[in-house]
C-alpha cells in the first residue's frame, strides 16, 4: 500500500465566524470520518495545525535563519492534514474527495504521494 498526504488547505478565518454549534457539527464530521478511515485500515495519522506560530526557515548568507512570514500574500493556509493508505493515486482521490474538509466549497486538498523509500525504511528501522 502507498501512503499519501492530504494537506487541507482552507482560506484564513473561514471557519472563525461560525457560530459555535456549527463548529461542532463540522468537527464531528472530522471526527466521524477519521475513525471510519482507521476502522478501514485507511487511516495513518493526521492533526489539526494551530493557528499563528509559522515560522519561515531559510539559508541567508550560509546560514539557516527563521522568520515570520510574508503573510500579506497568503490567499490560504495550510489548516491541518492526514496521512493515508491507498493501493494507488486513484483510491486515494476517492477518499479525500470523501474528506469533510471540503464541507464550505472553499476549502481545498492538495493530495501528494510520500516517497516511498521512505515509508519503507521507517517500517523496517521501527
Known amino acids: 500500500m502507498a501512503q499519501y498526504m492530504l494537506l487541507l488547505h482552507q482560506a484564513p478565518g473561514n471557519m472563525a465566524d461560525l457560530p459555535r454549534e456549527k463548529m461542532l457539527e ?3 464530521r472530522y471526527s466521524t470520518w477519521s475513525a471510519s478511515m482507521r476502522e ?10 494551530a493557528a499563528g506560530g509559522v515560522r519561515h526557515i531559510k539559508v541567508k548568507d550560509g546560514k539557516p535563519v527563521a522568520s515570520d512570514g ?3 500574500e497568503a490567499k490560504d493556509v495550510v489548516g491541518g492534514y492526514f496521512t493515508i493508505e491507498a493501493k494507488d493515486l486513484a483510491e486515494a482521490e476517492a ?6 474538509h471540503l ?3 472553499t476549502n481545498w486538498i492538495e493530495l501528494r504521494p510520500v516517497d516511498a523509500m521512505t515509508v519503507e525504511q521507517a517500517k523496517a528501522s521501527g
Open 26 to 28: 463540522v468537527v464531528k
Open 40 to 49: 478501514k485500515g485507511k487511516m495513518v495519522g493526521g492533526e489539526k495545525l
Open 70 to 72: 510574508p503573510y500579506a
Open 95 to 100: 477518499i479525500a474527495k470523501e474528506c469533510p
Open 103 to 105: 464541507w464550505n466549497g
